[in-house]
T-cell receptor
Framework: DAGVIQSPRHEVTEMGQEVTLRCKPISGHNSLFWYRQTMMRGLELLIY????????DSGMPEDRFSAKMPNASFSTLKIQPSEPRDSAVYFCASSPGTGGAETQYFGPGTRLLVL | AQTVTQSQPEMSVQEAETVTLSCTYDTSESNYYLFWYKQPPSRQMILVIR??????QNATENRFSVNFQKAAKSFSLKISDSQLGDTAMYFC????????????FGTGTRLTVIP
Protein backbone atom coordinates (compact mmCIF):
# COMPACT_ATOMS: atom_id res chain seq x y z
CA ASP A 1 0.00 0.00 0.00
CA ALA A 2 1.23 3.48 -0.79
CA GLY A 3 1.62 5.68 2.22
CA VAL A 4 0.82 9.36 2.43
CA ILE A 5 2.28 11.14 -0.56
CA GLN A 6 3.45 14.73 -0.45
CA SER A 7 4.80 16.97 -3.15
CA PRO A 8 7.07 18.67 -3.66
CA ARG A 9 9.65 17.20 -1.28
CA HIS A 10 11.67 20.39 -1.35
CA GLU A 11 10.64 23.92 -2.27
CA VAL A 12 12.77 27.03 -2.40
CA THR A 13 11.03 30.28 -3.14
CA GLU A 14 11.42 33.97 -2.68
CA MET A 15 9.56 36.08 -0.20
CA GLY A 16 6.22 37.22 -1.53
CA GLN A 17 5.69 34.26 -3.82
CA GLU A 18 2.79 31.87 -3.57
CA VAL A 19 3.59 28.35 -2.38
CA THR A 20 1.31 25.34 -2.77
CA LEU A 21 1.98 22.10 -0.95
CA ARG A 22 0.13 18.96 -1.95
CA CYS A 23 -0.93 15.82 -0.13
CA LYS A 24 -2.53 12.54 -1.09
CA PRO A 25 -3.73 10.61 1.97
CA ILE A 26 -3.76 6.86 2.30
CA SER A 27 -6.66 5.44 0.32
CA GLY A 28 -9.71 4.91 2.52
CA HIS A 29 -8.56 7.32 5.23
CA ASN A 30 -11.13 9.95 6.08
CA SER A 31 -9.10 12.26 8.29
CA LEU A 32 -6.24 14.44 7.11
CA PHE A 33 -3.90 16.64 9.10
CA TRP A 34 -1.36 19.32 8.20
CA TYR A 35 1.52 19.86 10.63
CA ARG A 36 4.45 22.25 10.61
CA GLN A 37 7.83 21.49 12.16
CA THR A 38 10.30 24.22 13.11
CA MET A 39 13.23 24.34 15.46
CA MET A 40 11.59 27.01 17.57
CA ARG A 41 8.09 25.58 17.88
CA GLY A 42 8.55 21.88 17.22
CA LEU A 43 5.66 20.01 15.61
CA GLU A 44 2.36 21.83 15.61
CA LEU A 45 -1.00 21.07 14.06
CA LEU A 46 -2.16 23.59 11.48
CA ILE A 47 -5.49 22.17 10.33
CA TYR A 48 -7.49 18.97 10.46
CA UNK A 49 -10.07 17.68 7.95
CA UNK A 50 -12.60 14.93 8.41
CA UNK A 51 -14.52 13.69 5.37
CA UNK A 52 -13.09 16.62 3.40
CA UNK A 53 -14.50 19.18 5.84
CA UNK A 54 -12.18 21.39 7.91
CA UNK A 55 -12.85 20.58 11.55
CA UNK A 56 -10.19 22.54 13.38
CA ASP A 57 -8.11 25.28 11.76
CA SER A 58 -7.15 27.05 14.96
CA GLY A 59 -3.49 26.28 14.31
CA MET A 60 -3.35 28.12 11.01
CA PRO A 61 -0.95 30.99 11.70
CA GLU A 62 -2.69 33.76 9.81
CA ASP A 63 -4.70 34.64 6.75
CA ARG A 64 -1.75 34.02 4.49
CA PHE A 65 -2.29 30.30 5.06
CA SER A 66 -5.18 28.42 3.53
CA ALA A 67 -5.97 24.74 3.11
CA LYS A 68 -8.43 22.86 0.98
CA MET A 69 -9.55 19.31 0.52
CA PRO A 70 -11.65 19.16 -2.65
CA ASN A 71 -11.97 15.39 -2.50
CA ALA A 72 -11.02 12.41 -0.38
CA SER A 73 -7.72 11.85 -2.15
CA PHE A 74 -6.21 15.31 -2.34
CA SER A 75 -5.44 18.30 -0.15
CA THR A 76 -3.47 21.48 -0.59
CA LEU A 77 -1.86 23.92 1.80
CA LYS A 78 -1.25 27.31 0.27
CA ILE A 79 0.84 30.19 1.58
CA GLN A 80 0.31 33.56 -0.12
CA PRO A 81 2.40 35.63 0.18
CA SER A 82 5.20 33.58 1.67
CA GLU A 83 7.63 35.00 4.23
CA PRO A 84 11.02 33.77 5.47
CA ARG A 85 9.50 32.80 8.82
CA ASP A 86 7.35 30.25 6.98
CA SER A 87 10.48 28.18 6.33
CA ALA A 88 9.82 24.81 7.92
CA VAL A 89 9.05 21.19 7.17
CA TYR A 90 5.36 20.69 6.47
CA PHE A 91 3.90 17.27 7.12
CA CYS A 92 0.64 15.80 5.99
CA ALA A 93 -0.82 12.87 7.93
CA SER A 94 -3.93 10.75 7.54
CA SER A 95 -5.91 8.38 9.71
CA PRO A 96 -8.90 6.12 9.07
CA GLY A 97 -11.33 8.65 10.55
CA THR A 98 -13.78 6.04 11.74
CA GLY A 99 -14.09 7.57 15.16
CA GLY A 100 -12.11 7.64 18.33
CA ALA A 101 -8.42 8.28 18.65
CA GLU A 102 -6.59 6.74 15.74
CA THR A 103 -3.00 6.40 14.71
CA GLN A 104 -1.89 9.03 12.24
CA TYR A 105 0.38 8.06 9.38
CA PHE A 106 2.72 10.74 8.17
CA GLY A 107 3.98 11.62 4.73
CA PRO A 108 7.65 12.32 4.06
CA GLY A 109 7.19 16.06 4.49
CA THR A 110 7.89 19.08 2.32
CA ARG A 111 10.92 21.13 3.27
CA LEU A 112 10.14 24.75 2.48
CA LEU A 113 12.74 27.48 2.36
CA VAL A 114 11.59 31.04 1.80
CA LEU A 115 14.43 33.41 0.96
CA ALA B 1 -4.28 22.36 27.50
CA GLN B 2 -2.26 19.23 26.98
CA THR B 3 1.50 19.49 27.34
CA VAL B 4 4.12 16.87 26.64
CA THR B 5 7.61 17.13 28.08
CA GLN B 6 10.72 15.31 26.97
CA SER B 7 13.47 16.33 29.35
CA GLN B 8 16.35 14.68 27.49
CA PRO B 9 17.30 16.68 24.40
CA GLU B 10 20.03 14.21 23.46
CA MET B 11 21.03 10.70 24.41
CA SER B 12 23.48 8.12 23.19
CA VAL B 13 23.76 4.37 23.57
CA GLN B 14 26.20 1.70 22.54
CA GLU B 15 25.04 -0.69 19.88
CA ALA B 16 23.29 -3.74 21.38
CA GLU B 17 22.69 -1.96 24.68
CA THR B 18 19.38 -0.79 26.14
CA VAL B 19 18.27 2.82 26.42
CA THR B 20 15.21 4.48 27.95
CA LEU B 21 13.75 7.75 26.73
CA SER B 22 11.54 9.64 29.14
CA CYS B 23 8.28 11.47 28.54
CA THR B 24 5.83 13.11 30.88
CA TYR B 25 2.55 14.77 30.05
CA ASP B 26 -0.08 16.88 31.69
CA THR B 27 -3.79 16.36 31.19
CA SER B 28 -7.00 16.41 33.15
CA GLU B 29 -8.54 13.69 31.00
CA SER B 30 -8.83 10.09 32.08
CA ASN B 31 -8.96 8.56 28.61
CA TYR B 32 -6.35 9.33 26.02
CA TYR B 33 -3.71 7.79 23.80
CA LEU B 34 0.05 8.06 23.80
CA PHE B 35 2.47 7.51 20.95
CA TRP B 36 6.15 7.40 20.23
CA TYR B 37 7.22 8.48 16.76
CA LYS B 38 10.70 8.16 15.28
CA GLN B 39 12.14 10.69 12.86
CA PRO B 40 15.37 9.49 11.21
CA PRO B 41 17.59 11.84 9.19
CA SER B 42 15.26 11.35 6.24
CA ARG B 43 12.72 13.36 8.29
CA GLN B 44 9.98 10.80 7.77
CA MET B 45 7.78 10.48 10.87
CA ILE B 46 7.42 6.79 11.68
CA LEU B 47 5.11 5.34 14.32
CA VAL B 48 7.05 3.27 16.83
CA ILE B 49 4.46 2.31 19.41
CA ARG B 50 1.04 3.27 20.76
CA UNK B 51 -0.55 2.96 24.20
CA UNK B 52 -4.18 3.34 25.22
CA UNK B 53 -4.53 4.93 28.65
CA UNK B 54 -7.31 2.55 29.68
CA UNK B 55 -5.01 -0.44 29.22
CA UNK B 56 -2.84 -1.30 32.18
CA GLN B 57 -0.58 -3.57 30.18
CA ASN B 58 2.43 -1.87 28.68
CA ALA B 59 2.61 -1.95 24.89
CA THR B 60 5.49 -3.75 23.19
CA GLU B 61 6.64 -3.90 19.58
CA ASN B 62 9.61 -6.17 19.08
CA ARG B 63 12.61 -4.36 20.62
CA PHE B 64 10.49 -1.38 21.67
CA SER B 65 8.46 -1.29 24.85
CA VAL B 66 6.91 1.37 27.04
CA ASN B 67 6.64 1.90 30.76
CA PHE B 68 3.28 3.62 31.20
CA GLN B 69 2.66 5.05 34.66
CA LYS B 70 -0.76 6.68 34.50
CA ALA B 71 -0.77 8.13 38.01
CA ALA B 72 2.62 9.70 37.45
CA LYS B 73 1.66 10.75 33.89
CA SER B 74 4.83 9.15 32.62
CA PHE B 75 5.34 7.28 29.34
CA SER B 76 8.93 6.16 28.74
CA LEU B 77 10.22 4.24 25.74
CA LYS B 78 12.72 1.43 26.16
CA ILE B 79 14.77 0.31 23.20
CA SER B 80 16.49 -3.03 23.68
CA ASP B 81 19.40 -4.36 21.63
CA SER B 82 19.93 -0.92 20.08
CA GLN B 83 20.81 -0.92 16.40
CA LEU B 84 22.51 1.71 14.26
CA GLY B 85 19.23 2.21 12.43
CA ASP B 86 17.63 3.39 15.67
CA THR B 87 19.59 6.64 15.42
CA ALA B 88 16.87 9.29 15.10
CA MET B 89 14.81 11.91 16.84
CA TYR B 90 12.13 10.37 19.01
CA PHE B 91 8.92 12.25 19.72
CA CYS B 92 6.41 11.46 22.41
CA UNK B 93 2.86 12.49 21.54
CA UNK B 94 -0.50 12.72 23.32
CA UNK B 95 -3.95 12.44 21.78
CA UNK B 96 -7.21 13.10 23.64
CA UNK B 97 -9.80 10.40 23.16
CA UNK B 98 -12.60 12.84 22.41
CA UNK B 99 -12.91 15.82 20.16
CA UNK B 100 -10.47 16.63 17.40
CA UNK B 101 -7.84 13.97 16.99
CA UNK B 102 -4.96 16.36 17.55
CA UNK B 103 -1.55 15.02 18.34
CA UNK B 104 0.36 17.10 20.88
CA PHE B 105 4.07 16.50 20.51
CA GLY B 106 7.00 16.83 22.86
CA THR B 107 10.17 18.59 21.77
CA GLY B 108 11.93 15.34 20.97
CA THR B 109 15.01 13.42 22.08
CA ARG B 110 17.88 12.94 19.67
CA LEU B 111 19.20 9.40 20.07
CA THR B 112 22.55 8.35 18.67
CA VAL B 113 23.52 4.70 18.57
CA ILE B 114 27.28 4.34 18.75
CA PRO B 115 28.90 1.40 16.96
Amino acid sequence: DAGVIQSPRHEVTEMGQEVTLRCKPISGHNSLFWYRQTMMRGLELLIYFNNNVPIDDSGMPEDRFSAKMPNASFSTLKIQPSEPRDSAVYFCASSPGTGGAETQYFGPGTRLLVL
Amino acid sequence: AQTVTQSQPEMSVQEAETVTLSCTYDTSESNYYLFWYKQPPSRQMILVIRQEAYKQQNATENRFSVNFQKAAKSFSLKISDSQLGDTAMYFCAFMPSFGANNLFFGTGTRLTVIP
